[in-house]
């Protein structure tokens, strides 16, 4: 964290039509992003919805410059620094014309989120660059170069997941509101569910990129090589695929324990999101693990009605 954090004298104090600017644009960011987050967003009453888009907005923004291939790894770290500088600062209360940080100061002070879980979420997007990059050239893994797993055990892929995934969970239920301690593990793990999830679905797209993030030590158990996802057999990927939804199951568990623990008036929000990453893992399983035929999603008619069914539970 910059020094910067403890030494402003007085907080700028942005004026109600500049956070409603900031907050705005934040919505708009989240808006075209967030694809599966957003329909959470939209139960909650509206302040905790602006306040999510701002730290959605501040994650976009993070993710932006760390998948930035244009520059070099250097490069993207560096630049990274420098805007969590600006964010220090801004956090700190010295003045911003940037509406992102306009709106997540403003969300960070309203609901208590702690610096440090602000860090952690920048720190999560840019855990793929400590593994350097992989020759691509034209969005694909160069010919001939080695497809190998980045992390050699269950454990290890947990670590990488709580702060890509687990860390937003943790930083939602702050602003959901919540008194049972027990509240933050079962974040945790919700986090690792929908991470897990999103592994699964992204598999091809992933190892064309040279990345294999299923652990070593299950491709393993299955008879299978990192190599063996650049040209899959789907009969011989299916068993892992499986394996690690089961597992994905095991967490999802934990989502639904967890949303009594927060503010009654999150728990449709919370129930949204767990519901559309749920359906999504079930309709990779209903597709008999086929991730690499097409990608899998929900509709937006099976989302919208997952909504629907969340702002009716609002309404009771």
């Known amino acids: 964290m910059s020094t910067a954090v403890g030494n402003a004298p007085t907080q700028f104090a942005?004026?109600?039509?500049?956070?409603?600017?900031?907050?705005?644009?934040?919505?708009?960011?989240?808006?075209?992003?967030?694809k599966n987050f957003y329909y959470g967003f939209a139960v909650l009453p509206p302040r905790k919805k602006n306040a999510l888009t701002a730290v959605y907005a501040f994650m976009r923004r993070c993710d932006d410059i760390t998948d930035n291939n244009a520059l070099s790894v250097t490069d993207r770290q560096n630049?990274?620094?420098?805007?969590?500088?600006?964010?220090?600062?801004?956090?700190?209360?010295?003045?911003?014309?940037?509406?992102v940080l306009l709106a997540l100061t403003d969300a960070q002070r309203t609901y208590q989120i702690p610096f440090g879980l602000l860090d952690q979420l920048a720190f999560g997007t840019a855990a793929d660059l400590e593994h350097g990059e992989p020759p691509v050239a034209g969005g694909a893994l160069?010919?001939?170069?080695?497809?190998?797993?980045?992390?050699?055990?269950?454990?290890?892929?947990?670590?990488y997941c709580y702060g890509v995934a687990s860390v937003v969970g943790l930083v939602c239920i702050r602003i959901f509101g919540y008194r049972d301690p027990a509240a933050e593990s079962l974040a945790e793990r919700c986090g690792l569910?929908?991470?897990?999830?999103?592994?699964?679905?992204?598999?091809?797209?992933?190892?064309?990129?040279?990345?294999?993030?299923?652990?070593?030590?299950?491709?393993?158990?299955?008879?299978?090589?990192?190599?063996?996802?650049?040209?899959?057999?789907l009969?011989?990927?299916?068993?892992?695929?499986?394996?690690?939804?089961?597992?994905?199951?095991?967490?999802?568990?934990?989502?639904?324990?967890?949303?009594?623990?927060?503010?009654?008036?999150?728990?449709?929000?919370?129930?949204?999101?767990?519901?559309?990453?749920r359906r999504l893992l079930e309709k990779i399983a209903a597709n008999d693990y086929d991730v690499f035929s097409r990608r899998v999603r929900l509709s937006t008619p099976e989302k919208v009605s997952v909504l629907g069914k969340g702002f009716v539970k609002r309404l009771l």
Request: charged share 25%; with cysteine.
């Open 79 to 99: 630049q990274l620094a420098e805007w969590l500088d600006k964010v220090h600062r801004a956090l700190a209360g010295q003045p911003t014309d940037d509406p």
């Open 235 to 277: 009969s011989r990927i299916r068993p892992l695929l499986a394996f690690e939804a089961d597992r994905a199951r095991e967490y999802y568990q934990s989502g639904e324990e967890l949303i009594p623990l927060v503010n009654e008036d999150s728990q449709p929000g919370l129930w949204v999101l767990i519901t559309i990453y």
């Open 142 to 159: 160069v010919s001939g170069a080695p497809l190998v797993a980045r992390y050699k055990t269950f454990e290890d892929l947990r670590k």
């Open 14 to 34: 942005p004026t109600r039509s500049q956070l409603n600017m900031a907050y705005s644009v934040c919505r708009g960011i989240a808006r075209s992003a967030a």
């Open 193 to 233: 569910a929908f991470q897990l999830t999103n592994i699964i679905r992204d598999v091809k797209e992933d190892a064309a990129m040279g990345r294999v993030y299923l652990p070593q030590e299950d491709l393993l158990q299955f008879g299978l090589l990192a190599a063996d996802l650049a040209t899959p057999e």
